[in-house]
């Protein structure tokens, strides 16, 4: 997980129908306090086509180089993904296992700064309304709240600390460097066997890539390079091969390059702009 840098102002969807769309649901709060605090209320229900509209998601998506906030996955060639809520909209869970209790964080469900783009494996399957708190009793349970002294646990990728600080990766497993981090990796999944696999497939190729843009700085012995000829099938081709190289390095930790949390963390000498 590495910094996600939103673009402001908001996606101007948001302005024209989130103020208005957010005193709805607080009217309807206020309307029946007892009622609103069971989870998943449908008076509390924040509208789709407000915070999902495709002018929105297209910006998150675009903010987050097309990747997932939390596994810096980049999956939107396969499936659409979601306009994921930070903090849950519909209720929460403190632990994992532990009872979804309402209300949600229903007005800040169109609130520009509690949207992320995630793909479903994070957001639906993993994290759904996990959102722990260091003090569960601090937790802000309306709009009347501030959220000024609410600690979470989960790690904002847009906001807070900078995700690296908290949170990096031994090889291909993610690794909490604090409660916040530990708490991210086992919330979100990002230990799951199918993204450890993939993750070590990357790695291995930025190894590959890494080694093959530096082989010629390291004066390799001519017998090194004959044995790299007869693995790439001739000169030509292990030289093509080695361009190419040269020309990903710069790319291989970027903020777009796919896990680049994961690379940094791995190689921390490669350039990040
Ligand atoms: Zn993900």
């Given at each position: 997980m590495i910094r996600v840098l939103k673009s402001q102002p908001p996606p101007q969807w948001l302005q024209l129908h989130g103020p208005a769309g957010r005193a709805v649901l607080e009217a309807a709060y206020d309307a029946d306090t007892t009622l609103c605090?069971?989870?998943?209320?449908p008076a509390l229900k924040p509208l789709r086509r407000i915070f999902a509209h495709t002018t929105v998601k297209t910006q998150l998506r675009a903010d987050q180089h097309r990747?997932?906030?939390?596994?810096?996955?980049?999956f939107s060639h396969s499936s659409p993904g979601d306009v994921e809520h930070y903090r849950p909209k519909a209720g929460y869970q403190q632990?994992?296992?532990?009872p979804v209790l309402g209300?949600?964080?229903?007005?800040?469900?169109?609130?520009w700064s509690n949207l992320l783009f995630a793909c479903e494996q994070c957001n639906?399957?993993?994290?759904?309304?996990q959102f722990p708190l260091r003090?569960?009793?601090?937790?802000?349970?309306?709009?009347?709240?501030?959220?000024?002294h609410e600690a979470p646990l989960l790690l904002n990728p847009a906001t807070g600390p900078d995700p690296e600080t908290q949170l990096t990766f031994n090889f291909e497993t993610a690794v909490g460097l604090s409660d916040e981090g530990e708490t991210t990796w086992r919330v979100c999944g990002l230990n799951r066997p199918d993204l450890l696999e993939a993750r070590r497939d990357y790695l291995e190729m930025v190894q590959d890539q890494i080694f093959l843009a530096t082989i010629l700085a390291a004066n390799p012995p001519v017998m090194d390079l004959q044995v790299l000829v007869a693995l790439y099938g001739s000169l030509e081709k292990l030289s093509e091969k080695i361009s190419a190289a040269q020309l990903n390095y710069a790319k291989l930790?970027?903020?777009?390059?796919?896990?680049a949390g994961m690379v940094r963390a791995n190689f921390p000498h490669l350039p990040r702009i």
């Amino acid at each position: 997980m590495i910094r996600v840098l939103k673009s402001q102002p908001p996606p101007q969807w948001l302005q024209l129908h989130g103020p208005a769309g957010r005193a709805v649901l607080e009217a309807a709060y206020d309307a029946d306090t007892t009622l609103c605090q069971h989870a998943g209320t449908p008076a509390l229900k924040p509208l789709r086509r407000i915070f999902a509209h495709t002018t929105v998601k297209t910006q998150l998506r675009a903010d987050q180089h097309r990747k997932c906030a939390y596994c810096e996955t980049k999956f939107s060639h396969s499936s659409p993904g979601d306009v994921e809520h930070y903090r849950p909209k519909a209720g929460y869970q403190q632990d994992q296992n532990g009872p979804v209790l309402g209300p949600g964080y229903y007005w800040l469900g169109y609130d520009w700064s509690n949207l992320l783009f995630a793909c479903e494996q994070c957001n639906r399957v993993c994290k759904r309304n996990q959102f722990p708190l260091r003090q569960p009793a601090a937790r802000v349970r309306n709009h009347h709240q501030t959220l000024q002294h609410e600690a979470p646990l989960l790690l904002n990728p847009a906001t807070g600390p900078d995700p690296e600080t908290q949170l990096t990766f031994n090889f291909e497993t993610a690794v909490g460097l604090s409660d916040e981090g530990e708490t991210t990796w086992r919330v979100c999944g990002l230990n799951r066997p199918d993204l450890l696999e993939a993750r070590r497939d990357y790695l291995e190729m930025v190894q590959d890539q890494i080694f093959l843009a530096t082989i010629l700085a390291a004066n390799p012995p001519v017998m090194d390079l004959q044995v790299l000829v007869a693995l790439y099938g001739s000169l030509e081709k292990l030289s093509e091969k080695i361009s190419a190289a040269q020309l990903n390095y710069a790319k291989l930790a970027k903020a777009n390059a796919p896990f680049a949390g994961m690379v940094r963390a791995n190689f921390p000498h490669l350039p990040r702009i």
